[in-house]
């Protein structure tokens, strides 16, 4: 069959890299993909968010699978668009629809729905404008530090943990009264603050049954020692060696089972991944988020772990034969340092001449912002290229990750030494 990926990142190079290797996979697009997509498939340059171009593109093109990268069209409605079109609702397009996209899309959605279905997760209140005077009373019979969430899409900036009342009172204020993320901090949750350590499970669903993808975790400062700003990943670590076998049979009975029971309870239609974010607390997992596709980078060492035909799975999720199709995976530890432009996530420059790829024989190089321009492979984005390695443990893994690092250059390369430092 042909397919066409949604995306341009590692994630999506990822995804390209591992579709590529399906018997089943005729031909492969990626919209508008990079110079990595471009050597496992063609890149058509397509924008993710112009649903009548790739109607259009899908149906010129005879493409029978769509799997879309980031959260943007599905919060958009990409799946409503294709479902409700004659032409193309007997495409399968891999992703939620707009009403499932909302965990994503609206946080205070994403807690309601927590607590309609008794999911773990943090006590909280959502606040507008006009009942600021209420956010501040509860901010007041809160324990620092505060956690102040924009309801909407930001970026991945809309999180906001502070320590002083007064300063969470005036973000607070900053956000609903003076839209200081726009639109998406209208709503602001306010949520109690978990203590914990962080890590991803993710799911395939379509719709009733689910497969439970290898654990993650990533690390999303810039600075070594998990310091300075948020970024979209520095790196990322797969298992995670506290989530065993019994702790994730805890997550899957508490948190992963009512999720999916209550988007079916909801009549919300979810065919997809779900990454749910999660802070063990004492033991006790506990969801800060969901996110409605992979994360990045965590795709870069989830999916290359998964020894099974991925895109016999994504076609069993529209031809009803999902449950009944094995998910095997690699045993393997696998670890991912990304190289990054420097100045990222702030200002960066790009453009700058990339090389030594061809030397790396120990990792996968996904390509993450990267473009070919006058026969030169050179940077275009924050995030360049993930190293991903395997190991007989996350140990041996990252050594071959960071040999690799070594060996890639570009002007103001920069990356973290210390990925998994602290496990
Ligand atoms: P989110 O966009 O909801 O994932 O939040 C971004 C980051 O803020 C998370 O990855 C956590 O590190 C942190 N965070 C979010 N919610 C909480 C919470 N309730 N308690 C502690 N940290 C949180
Ligand atoms: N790495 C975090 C994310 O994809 O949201």
Redesign the pocket.
């Known amino acids: 069959m042909n397919v066409l990926i949604l995306g341009s990142g590692g994630r999506e190079h990822a995804f390209a890299w591992k579709i590529a290797k399906s018997s089943s996979c005729n031909q492969l697009f990626i919209a508008p993909g990079n110079a990595g997509t471009a050597e496992v498939g063609t890149n058509i340059n397509i924008d993710v968010n112009d649903f009548e171009s790739i109607k259009e593109f899908v149906l010129t093109e005879n493409v029978e699978l769509v799997l879309v990268g980031p959260e943007d069209p599905l919060v958009n409605g990409i799946y409503n668009f294709f479902n409700e079109d004659k032409q193309l609702k007997d495409i399968s397009l891999i992703g939620p629809s707009k009403e499932g996209a909302q965990l994503e899309g609206s946080?205070q959605f994403a807690k309601e729905f927590m607590f309609r279905h008794n999911i773990p997760t943090?006590k909280y209140q959502a606040f507008t404008k006009d009942n600021l005077a209420e956010g501040y009373t509860f901010l007041e019979r809160l324990e620092a530090p505060y956690?102040l969430?924009a309801d909407g899409l930001a970026a991945?900036k809309?999180?906001l943990?502070l320590n002083d009342l007064q300063e969470a009172k005036d973000e607070l204020k900053a956000m609903v009264k003076d839209a200081k993320f726009g639109n998406a901090s209208s709503i602001v949750v306010i949520?109690?603050?978990?203590?914990g350590i962080?890590l991803s499970v993710f799911i395939l669903t379509d719709g009733n049954s689910y497969k439970i993808l290898p654990s993650a975790k990533d690390y999303?400062r810039i600075g070594e020692g998990n310091t300075g700003l948020n970024t979209g990943g520095m790196g990322a670590i797969s298992p995670v060696p506290f989530a065993d076998r019994f702790y994730i049979e805890k997550v899957e009975r508490e948190i992963i089972k009512p999720t999916v029971e209550g988007l079916k309870k909801d009549n919300i239609e979810y065919k997809g991944f779900i990454f749910i974010?999660l802070?063990n607390v004492k033991g006790q997992p506990k969801v800060?988020?969901y996110n409605v596709r992979m994360g990045d980078p965590e795709t870069e060492v989830v999916i290359p772990r998964i020894k099974s035909d991925l895109l016999n799975l994504l076609k069993g999720i529209d031809d009803g034969t999902f449950s009944e199709k094995d998910l095997n995976i690699n045993e393997q530890a696998a670890t991912t340092v990304m190289l990054v432009s420097r100045g990222y996530p702030q200002a960066y420059e790009k453009s700058k001449v990339i090389s030594g790829i061809e030397d790396i024989k120990e990792s996968i190089v996904f390509h993450a912002g990267t473009k070919n321009e006058n026969e030169q492979l050179r940077t275009s984005g924050g995030r360049v290229i993930a190293l991903t390695s395997f190991g007989e443990n996350i140990e041996e893994a990252l050594t071959k990750s960071f040999a690799s690092a070594e060996k890639i250059s570009f002007k103001g390369k920069y990356y973290r030494k210390d990925i998994g430092f602290d496990l």
């Open positions: 946080k943090a956690v969430k991945g809309g999180v943990i949520e109690e603050f978990l203590d962080e999303k974010g802070i800060i988020e």
